[in-house]
């Protein structure tokens, strides 16, 4: 996979253009290019495109359009596909140590209507994070850290999906470590406890 991007920062806008898989010779490829523009000090407006062409004969164009909204403590954007599907979300700083955030996703193409709603949560004490989110299609996840001693931490995660599964069952896998490098040197350790709930 070959992916190529470039990025232009302005005073009041950005410009972003991407290729994924660009092929000159068979004129293949996603194309995908966005402009965002502020147009007040909280309020930024943009657009993205996105050209789809993943053989000679069969191509494809998406358009998209965002508002995002930017006030002392929080941040609210909307989102239209131009295929039928709208998304906004509303992020709130409620403290230093806590976080809200919420979601919705519509989708009304080709005559189906489906709407999700996600509400989740963050929340740092003085050695631990816990993060957790429930949507309206019955999954529920949540993760739980742990910090032991610098640089080391111990994870938990959980995820059940209730509008897949008719009955729970817990299993309790070996522990694996994940570790962190950065620039040649170990940074993290992170010992991690899987439960899966089939």
């Given at each position: 996979?070959?992916?190529?991007?470039?990025?232009?920062?302005?005073?009041?806008?950005?410009?972003?253009?991407?290729?994924?898989?660009?092929?000159?010779?068979?004129?293949?490829?996603?194309?995908?290019?966005?402009?965002?523009?502020?147009?007040?000090?909280?309020?930024?407006?943009?657009?993205?495109?996105?050209?789809?062409?993943?053989?000679?004969?069969?191509?494809?164009?998406?358009?998209?359009?965002?508002?995002?909204?930017?006030?002392?403590?929080?941040?609210?954007?909307?989102?239209?596909?131009?295929?039928?599907?709208?998304?906004?979300?509303?992020?709130?700083?409620?403290?230093?140590?806590?976080?809200?955030?919420?979601?919705i996703q519509v989708l009304t193409a080709g005559g189906r209507r489906?709407?999700?709603?996600?509400?989740?949560?963050?929340?740092?004490?003085?050695?631990?994070?816990?993060?957790?989110?429930?949507?309206t299609a019955g999954k529920v996840s949540a993760v739980l850290e742990?910090?032991?001693?610098?640089?080391?931490?111990?994870?938990?995660?959980?995820?059940?999906?209730?509008?897949?599964?008719?009955?729970?069952?817990?299993?309790?896998?070996?522990?694996?470590?994940?570790?962190?490098?950065?620039?040649?040197?170990?940074t993290h350790v992170y010992l991690v406890l899987i439960i899966l709930?089939?």
């Amino acid at each position: 996979m070959l992916q190529v991007e470039q990025d232009y920062n302005g005073k009041d806008f950005s410009i972003n253009l991407k290729g994924v898989n660009p092929s000159p010779v068979e004129s293949t490829g996603i194309f995908i290019g966005s402009y965002m523009q502020s147009v007040t000090q909280n309020l930024a407006l943009g657009a993205e495109a996105v050209y789809q062409r993943p053989t000679p004969g069969q191509e494809e164009t998406i358009w998209s359009y965002v508002a995002k909204y930017t006030g002392k403590d929080y941040v609210a954007t909307a989102q239209y596909q131009g295929f039928g599907a709208l998304q906004a979300s509303y992020y709130l700083r409620y403290s230093e140590k806590v976080d809200f955030g919420t979601e919705i996703q519509v989708l009304t193409a080709g005559g189906r209507r489906e709407a999700v709603a996600t509400v989740g949560g963050k929340f740092e004490f003085r050695r631990s994070t816990f993060r957790g989110q429930v949507d309206t299609a019955g999954k529920v996840s949540a993760v739980l850290e742990e910090k032991i001693v610098p640089g080391f931490s111990f994870l938990i995660s959980g995820e059940m999906d209730h509008g897949k599964v008719l009955e729970a069952r817990v299993c309790f896998l070996p522990f694996i470590v994940y570790c962190n490098v950065n620039q040649g040197k170990l940074t993290h350790v992170y010992l991690v406890l899987i439960i899966l709930l089939l």
